[in-house]
């Protein structure tokens, strides 16, 4: 089964503080995304990145960063968390099969961020 | 712009009871369909996914169905159980694209 992992369920951030979120996956799988889930608005997609090292700009890219220094490993960062950044953030990675990056994509768990 | 909408945007059955979730996409050139389930304060699980060819794929008590020239795709639940109550999320991918996300559909099954 493929497993995607992040490093906390729930965070508690002041603002301002610099947030780092983890995830991690077992597949070798080449994609991984960051989203945002928020009530009414769905997932939107922040980052992604299709190799190590290798990073696109999602839809909300704005007030985050992302590392890939590792091909099963994918960090979101907030430089300075901000209130509106309270959201539920998933991970999630997906195979690239014939150069097609559309292939399903397993999602972690969930991290739920709250921004005082 | 790709968009995808699904309907209803909530939805209270009976234990028991069959019911079926829409999802109308204008995403192009369209590469597959895929649904979710996403349990409360859980991420998404994949149940179907369906490219062109294919007009229908069953998973369990799960079957979606796939229009692709009036670009709808709607999915039904048989026999529904307590634990089929999440949100149901549509996903439509365009070739070397993004995916586009509808914002889902909350199932409520109630004994």
């Known amino acids: 089964d493929v497993k995607v992992t992040q490093s906390s369920r729930y965070l508690v951030k002041r603002t301002g503080e610099k947030v780092f979120l983890e995830c991690v996956q077992d597949?070798?799988?080449?994609?991984m995304f960051w989203y945002r889930q928020d009530p009414g608005l769905g997932l939107r997609l922040i980052y992604f990145?299709?190799?190590?090292?290798?990073?696109e700009k999602g839809d909300i890219p704005e007030g985050y960063s992302v590392s890939r220094e590792k091909k099963e490993r994918f960090s979101l960062i907030l430089e300075s968390a901000s209130t509106n950044q309270t959201s539920m953030y998933l991970c999630?990675?997906?195979?690239?099969?014939?150069?097609?990056?559309?292939?399903?994509?397993?999602f972690g768990p969930g991290t739920r961020l709250t921004v005082l | 712009k790709n968009q995808v909408e699904q309907s209803p945007q909530s939805l209270i059955i009976l234990e028991g009871k069959n019911c079926t979730l829409q999802?109308?996409?204008?995403?192009?050139?369209?590469?597959?369909l895929r649904w979710y389930k996403q349990d409360t304060g859980r991420g998404p699980v994949s149940l179907t996914i369906?490219?062109?060819?294919?007009n229908t794929k069953s998973n369990g008590r799960y079957t979606a169905t796939l229009d692709a020239d009036t670009k709808q795709s709607s999915l039904h639940i048989t026999a529904s159980q307590l634990s089929d109550s999440a949100s149901y999320i549509c996903?439509?991918?365009?070739?070397?694209?993004?995916?586009?996300f509808g914002d889902g559909t909350t199932l409520t099954v109630k004994p």
């Open positions: 990145s299709y190799d190590v090292k290798m990073k």
């Open positions: 999802c109308n996409y204008t995403v192009s050139p369209f590469s597959n």
């Open positions: 999630a990675s997906s195979f690239v099969r014939g150069g097609r990056a559309t292939d399903t994509q397993y």
């Open positions: 369906m490219t062109f060819s294919e």
């Open positions: 597949m070798d799988h080449e994609n």
């Open positions: 996903v439509v991918s365009a070739y070397a694209g993004k995916s586009t």
